[in-house]
Each structure stands twice: as C-alpha cells, then as structure tokens.
C-alpha cells in the first residue's frame, strides 16, 4: 500500500533487527554466525575497557560539538543578517567543500597539519617557530578534523532559522529601551535555539559512530566506537560482537533522538537544511 | 534562501568586530584545505607541503589511469539511478504525510528521522548483515539500495517542507474549476513544490556520490566507487592524482550547477527540449549499466588484490593476447578481504592472500585446487617457497611476491645504529615512531624482544601487551597506509614496515634507511589463489600462468618493488633493482626468519588485547 513504508521496512528496519539477533549469537570459529544464543557479547560489551571506549567517543563527540557550534554561530549570524549578495557569496563558500570528496578534504588536512606541512612552514620559514608544532596526529588533529567536516553541518541550520527574523522586530525591541545584548538574549537567541540543536544533533551523532577522521588525524589514543565497530565486522570477524556493540550504540542515540523529537519537532520548526 | 527583512539591516546587527574576524576566520578554515589542494594538483612533486613547479603531469596521470575512471563511472551510475529513485519515492512520501492523515503516519513520520540520524557505520554494518543473510550478491545494485535507504528520508524531509508550506486553497481552486486530481498534481501541486524536489533531488545526489562508509560495507565485484578507490589511493601511498581528479570534479560540479540554475530559469529553453535532455541522461547512464551484463561473460577475469600491487602495463598486455576483460577490485588487509569472501561477495576469480590467510581460507572451503597443468611456468618458480606449512600440498598457491616486515629510518635525523627492534622503544625518538597497524606482527615484535616464542599463552600475551603499553607513549599512532608520506614529510623518522615500501623510500630519497633487527623479522609471502566458485577459473590460471612468466615477473617486480621467487625473473631485471639490497636482502645474518601463523581462536585473545593496546 505504501512503497515507501515498505522500503524503510526492508532495508532499514529489518537490517537493524538483524544485527540485534546477531548480538545475541555465539561467534562461529573462525567467524561467521552460530546459531546459539548468548549474552556473551554484552557481558563484554559492558566490560571497563570497551565502557571507556565509549565514554572517550561521547566526550570526543560532545568537544566537536561545542567547538563547532562556537565558531558556527557567529558565521551563520553575519550571514543572517549581510546583504544578500553576501549571503550568496557565503552560501557559495560554505558548501564548496561538500564538492570535494571527504576523504579527500580530510587528505589535504593532513597536509596541512603535518610536521612539515604547509602551517608548520610557513612559521618555521618566518621565524615565528623554531620547532614545529605538533597538531596531527593526537587529539588537537582529530578536533580540527572533526570541526571541518562538520561545520557547514551547524551553519546551515543556524542560519536558516535566523534568517528567518524580521529585522522590524529587532529594530522594535531596541526602539523600546532594550538593550543590544537584552535584544540578542530575548529575540535573536531564542529564533536561533531549533537550528542550534538541530545542528548539535547533526554534528555529535556522525562524529560518535565516525572511524575515519581518528584513523587519519588522530594519534595512537584516539580510538572511538566506531574503530572497534568496524575492526569487529572487517578485521577480527567477530560479527557478534560487533553487532553487541552497535545495538548498545543504538541504543544510546535512539534515547538521544527522542528527546530530541519531543523538545523540539523538527517538522514543525522547519530547520532542515535547504539549498 | 531569500530572507524575509523587510527593510535594509541599517542597524548593523551582527556585522561586529568580533563576528566579522570569527566569519572571516571560519570561511578561511573552510577554504584553505580546498585552496591546497587546487594549488598542489599542478606541482611537480608528489608531496602537498613543497611546491617545485608547475606541471600538469598529474592531470595526465588521471586521464590514463583506466581504473580511477571506472570508479568514476561507477560512482555517477549508482548516484544517478539513487537519486532517481530516492526522489521518486520522496516526492510520494513527502505529499503522503504532508496531504494526507492516516493511522501510523506520526509514527511514519518519526521513523523517517532514524536513518538521517544513525550514525552511518550502524546502518552500513546493518544493511550488510541483510545482504549477508539473504545472500544478495554485493554490488551495484546492493550499494544502489543502501543508498537509496539513507538519502530518502533526507529527501522526503527537504521535499515536505515544501509541501506543507503550500497553502490547500490553491489545491482547492483547480479541483473547484474543473480539473481531475492527476491535472491538478502535475499543474498545480508539482511545480509548487518542484523547488523542494530538485534540492532534495540535489542533496541525494550529493549524498550517494561523497559517501563511503556505507559503500565501503556494501560494495562488491567491480563496483569500486571513487571514495573507496581515492580510500585506496590514500591508504597506499598517495598520488597528487587525487588532488587533480578533485579539482576536475569541483570545476565539473561547477559548471553542472551553473548549467542546471540557467536551465531552470531560462525560458527560451522549453519543457520538452528539458523532458529530451533528461531522457538523453536517463539512457546514457541505463546503458552504461545494461550493456556490460550483455557483454561476453566468458572473457572476464576479477581480480581482488591489495592495491598498487600489480603492474597495470602487464595487466594491459594480457587482455590484449588472450581478449580476457580484466577487472581489479583492491582490499587493504588480508582480513578485510577474507571478511566480504566470507559475506559472500562472490565472484572474484582471483586473490592474493599472505601465508597465514591461505590456510585459513583453505580450512574454510573458500578455495578452488588450482589445476597446474593450466600453469607450464610454474617451473619457474623457486621451489623453496612453495609446499610452506600453510599449503603443504600447493595445490591451492602459487607463490607470487614475498618479502619481510622490518625498520625503515631516515639517516638524517636518526645517528645510532639500528640493530634491534628496541630502537622503536627508544625515548629519544618520542613522537617520531610508528608501528604497523597489523596486530600480529606488533605482538610478534613484541614477543621476539621479550626473547619468548609467539603462541597461545595468555601469560605471554599479557607480558607482551605491557611491553607495548610501555612504548605506546612513545609512538606517533599505528598505522601501515600512510608511512610513505610519514617517513617523505618528515613526521617520522624510523619506523617498522614493508620491505617494498622501504625500497620505494629508498629509491625516492637514499636517506632513507634499511635495518634489520638482529632479534629476527617476521617474513610473509603472498600468493595467488583462485576463491572457490570463481566464475572464470580458466581464465584465472592463464593469467597466473602469463603473471609467473619471467619476461613479465620482471616487469611486475620493477613496478611493485617487491622480489618474486623467480630466479628467471630476477636475471632480467635492471642490475639497480636485481642487486638492490633492501628488495633482494642477504636474509643469512638475521637468525630468525619466521613465517607468521594464524593463531585460530586465539584471535579473539589477541584482539581483546589490541583494542585494551589501543584504547589506553
């Protein structure tokens, strides 16, 4: 009755529910499946080291977020409120990086960040260093890694519902006594607070279950969830335990996601990126 | 994206000091990485950080690199029928919940969020497991399903924003003034909502061609798409071609858009030159997916190799002998490969699996016996790498490069002698080592140090481990794809790899340094093998046959940098590379020469112990 009901259905829903039976099954030797059930994998899953895997993964995604919506916001408010020539401009440049491949933006942002990569030299050469600083390949490489792929991500929203104030109403408020800052807290903040967390929600969720961004930039501490995840499935082939750890992960954004539908419904607050 | 200010922003509202430098600041971020890229796509050199001089050598070595383009053609043809699709069935669902009220459709609705907003490795590794279960063959179609899956909802949301904000009355009035429902969709409700289509037709686009997490899960014989491909051209040593195809993507995106905004604003160009023009497309891109399953199905031949691991030019002249189509997927570890064997990706007719991987795959069933009196060069081969203890019988190898796991250094910033794995340890190289990401050597390294043999004892594990945890602080990560440009941009100075990529380092900068620890190094053959079922397993033997022949082993080796145990083979090589002493080392002064064996359940063992390595 509906092909789009049913697609979601078969492809979405069903796969899920897959990966939850495979939780509960005994790793074939050799790796496969074994059609016994067990709740092995979650003893393991909810072991210190793989708990620590996944509190670093919050922490890791939850530092982005505040980084990027921090930078995010003033850029989407100039932009708001420039001429509109401006914002074509800015629009323009803003989802030019979604031309280039990601992993390839994420190769020139080694190059950029390297030892001896086009930052470091270009301080080195002008004497303001005389060593060069470290920024891949550790923490610091994996945040700007983070932060570029995600940022577009968090402008467009917040852009998109600040865009939408009436200037009249900003003018009315400071008209009547308010002062800049009492107009930005009463009246630009709260036009702006669906896009922010719109936003948030599109930048902490892919940044928890991303494996690329630690495996290129990042340094021998930054493993995340989805490393583990992924390393499961394709390298030690140990599929239920893999899916044990995707079902708990799951889990966790599921819990996310519905806070999120019941605060803020993203239907009717209109935020979603539009082009 | 027109705002609604009523009146000019003559307030100056957020055009402060202190905006201004952060935007500024924030649009620089965004540019510069791209900026970089464009620039270094014409130097001579192959490293991003040092620019020599112009050149369009790397636009060249794109235009002639067959396989990049394959990839290309793969990447449009699954985002193009995608996209079709996705806004097919957007369109549908967007007006069914924005028009329509119907039991479920809140729920409908909300479960349309979980796709957008799953992190992709979950919805990857779910919809694998499908494919795995139902045994779909991956491939095109597979990956084309998955896309479709994850974009649709993203375009049912950008299409209902539309929806709902066009008024019913207007529905209403032609419905009033005689039209019947289709005639009111196609002239009324259609070009209303049409803007919300053609972004959210735009977004799924750019969604299927940028992805690869999903792909990478789902994708299957011959259908390599550009991300896995650059993934690839990453992980093993990196050409500037990569920066050439995307400046080439980034003008072409350009101009496509450019093209398409004139399109749908001019109004010279009428409906039916556009209807044409879309159904030109629509059949360029059918026939470039119809046509090859009509192609000669016997003359194939799929290769699943590590890539950068076979000489293109000999691939070249053995499809020009025997007519054979030969089509190359690559993989970047053993495990990865047996993995999607395993799930059922099938339809490779040959691999290169190591040692250790050949008796598992063996074990497992997942190899053809190769027939040898299809393969008369065999003779060519030195016998001592053949019958080794993981295929005693040879029936099911043929052993095809070999070579060692030991320490690279750059002589310019490394003075001591490096004699022994213990150099990795060393403090006074902090920050500037790297280990292998593979866990069985670094656990063997480890084990030889200790000076105990790598089994199954989980005493022995534990000791090992700390051994490593005691390096770790010491270490730049671990990591095997990016050494190359490590080691070329000076981010490291020594550190444990290939022999053949110490060869390459080597002849691109003599600097470069071999050392072979005196402890013992851990040796590794490849092998060709055909996977059981292989639909082409003729044609696999000759290509073995032709691949083994000295004439074109030579050329192999010159290209790979990795030895052969072809005697033949080596005599008619260039003397630089037959004498050279990184790729054909005299291996008698190291005591220890030790094949590295599966360590079957164990693994587990080994792993838990890696991911507690990693994790600390």
Known sequence: MMPPAFWLLLFFIVPLIIVIGYSFSMTGTEGGIDHKLTLEHYFRAFNGLYVSIFLKSFLYALVTTVITVTIAFPMAYFMAFATPRMKIIMMFLIILPFWTNFLVRMYSLMSLLGKSGFINSILLNSGIIE?????????????VGFVYWNLPFMILPIFSSLDRINISLIEASLDLGATKNQTFWRITFPYSVPGVVAGIVFTFIPTLGNFIIPEFLGGPDNLMIGNVITAQY???RNWPFGSALATVLTMFVMIFISIYIRFFDPAKSKNMVTF | MAGNLTRKNDLNIGQGTWVKIVTMAGILFLMLPLILLIVFSFNEGRTLTRWESFSLKWYKAVFSDYSLWLSLKNSLVIAIISTLITTILGTLTAILIGKYRFKGRDLFQNMLYVPVILPEIIFGVAILALFMLIKFPLGLISIICAHITFSFPFTTLIILDKVLNMPD????????LGASKWQTFIHVGLPNIAPGVISGAL???TLSIDDFIVTFFTAGVGSSTLPLKIYSLIKFGVTPSINAISTILIVFTFFALLFTDQLQKSELIGKKVKLTLAGVILLIVFSLVIIPLFSNQDSKLNIYNFSDYLSPEVVKDFEKKTGIEVTQDYYTNNEEMLSKLQMGVSGYDLIVPTGYMVKIMQLKGLLAPINETNIKNVKYINPKFRFLPFDPTGKYSIPYAYGFTSIVYNSDLVKDTIDSWKALWNSKYRDNILMTDNMLEVFWVANRILGQPFDTDPVKLKKALDLLLLQKPLLKKYESNTTRELMLNGDVSIAMT??????RLN????KFKLATPKEGIP???DNLCIPAGAPHKENAEKFINFLIDPANSARNIAMIQYPMPNEKARALL??????????FPNLTNVSALELIEDKGNFNKQIDKAWTDLMAR
């Open chain 1, 131 to 143: 060593e060069p600083l470290k920024m891949m390949n550790n923490s610091f490489g994996m945040y």
């Open chain 2, 574 to 583: 260039d003397p630089s590379l037959r004498d050279n002493p990184i790729m």
């Open chain 2, 169 to 176: 009355s207007v529905e209403e009035a032609s419905l009033d």
């Open chain 2, 498 to 503: 290939w022999n053949g990529l110490i060869a």
């Open chain 2, 523 to 525: 040796f590794f053959v």
């Open chain 2, 507 to 510: 002849t691109a900068d003599p």
């Open chain 2, 203 to 205: 977004f799924a686009f």
């Open chain 1, 234 to 236: 394709l390298e030690v």
